[in-house]
């Protein structure tokens, strides 16, 4: 069954340190998401990109955050300068946008801000 | 606005037991639900999905009901067994393809066996 794929695990970083979390979604999807989970909390929309830029994006994804699609397979969440309230799971999903929208998830990326 | 939360955040059955875990939305223009499962440290896990043009749909082991006068959803899981237990979260699309998903804030469901 195809997968969204996402690197590291988990990803310890020195508070103001940039961070790129990555995603590798399912091969023929064409909208790409990342959502957050602060420990306890319900999953939080970040933003979503299709056709190679941004469509929405909520107000946590402020300027300290980025995405790019740097190839045809990646999919990045960079944060420039990680604050301690970054520490969250990152989720990476993609969905094919046809008739069963086929949101799929990945197994999230735990970063620990420090 | 927009906003998906969820009854009871505890809910614990005795394993063979039938489990019904609640959600209310308030968004009458989203189109589209699902239900996510999430284990300890994974992502959410698709369960059932369900259009807002039906009343119900039935999986595996799992139904989900849908009731647009009241904005209410619910899952319901037959013979629940102890890998059921994990956090559930219903999430709503507003708007169609390609929007985001706005998730309820969670039920914990524990399995007694």
């Known amino acids: 069954e195809p997968e969204v794929t996402q690197t590291p695990s988990h990803q310890v970083t020195q508070m103001g340190q940039e961070v790129i979390l990555r995603c590798v979604p399912i091969s023929n999807h064409l909208y790409f998401y990342w959502y957050r989970q602060i420990l306890g909390q319900k999953v939080e929309f970040l933003v979503s990109?299709?056709?190679?830029?941004?469509?929405?994006k909520s107000e946590i994804f402020d300027d300290q955050f980025s995405v790019e699609r740097p190839d045809g397979s990646n999919f990045t969440l960079k944060i420039r300068s990680t604050k301690l309230e970054d520490s969250a799971m990152y989720f990476c999903a993609s969905s094919d946008g046809g008739s069963n929208y086929g949101y799929t998830f990945g197994s999230g990326t735990r970063l620990t801000v420090v | 606005g927009e906003s998906v939360g969820l009854h009871l955040p505890t809910l614990s059955v005795q394993e063979g037991d039938n489990s019904i875990i609640n959600c209310a939305y308030s968004n009458s223009a989203s189109d589209y639900f699902i239900w996510y499962k999430q284990e300890s440290g994974k992502g959410p896990q698709f369960i059932i999905d369900?259009?807002?043009?039906?009343d119900k749909r039935q999986g595996q082991r799992v139904t989900v009901l849908l009731n647009k006068t009241v904005k209410h959803l619910s899952l319901q899981i037959a013979a629940t067994q102890p890998g059921d237990s994990a956090v559930y979260f219903c999430a709503e699309n507003i708007g169609g393809y390609g929007n985001k998903l706005v998730f309820g804030a969670g039920t914990i469901l524990r399995v007694k066996s």
């Open positions: 369900i259009r807002s043009n039906m």
């Open positions: 990109f299709y056709n190679n830029e941004i469509s929405e």
